[in-house]
């Protein structure tokens, strides 16, 4: 299994980008989750959603953002619109067996063991 995320950008504060991740095995029960991080800081967990459709956001990223699946439940999308300067960071999309529960999107990324290779998002003030 290989995550593949894409979407990334510049954009200017107030603008929006939808970021996509495929690759994660749809055909079983998954939780995928959207993380981010800068450098020297620890990694955030921004979103998760799984095959059941429940959906957990990180607190600084709620009313904002929004993680989403297409109908042939290949891709997981991540809208983010009303972007700030401190949504700066490399996104990862990540994976793991089973559903999601509300404390993985707290726990720094620990519970999930498949990750993709990340894509940056600049947001400018």
């Known amino acids: 299994v290989q995550l593949v995320e894409s979407g990334g950008g510049s954009v200017q504060a107030g603008g929006s980008l939808r970021l996509s991740c495929t690759g994660y095995?749809?055909?079983?029960?998954?939780?995928v989750a959207w993380f981010r991080q800068t450098p020297g800081k620890e990694r955030e967990g921004v979103a998760t959603?799984?095959?059941?459709?429940?959906?957990y956001y990180g607190g600084s990223v709620k009313g904002r953002f929004t993680i989403s699946e297409d109908n042939t439940r290949s891709h997981i999308y991540l809208q983010m619109n009303n972007l700030k300067a401190d949504d700066t960071a490399t996104y990862y999309c990540?994976?793991?067996?089973?559903?999601?529960?509300?404390?993985?999107?707290?726990?720094?990324?620990?519970?999930?063991?498949?990750w993709g290779q990340g894509t940056q998002v600049s947001v400018s003030s």
């Open positions: 990540a994976a793991s067996i089973g559903y999601c529960q509300r404390w993985y999107v707290e726990g720094h990324g620990r519970h999930f063991d498949i």
């Open positions: 095995r749809s055909h079983v029960n998954y939780c």
């Open positions: 959603i799984d095959r059941d459709d429940d959906k």
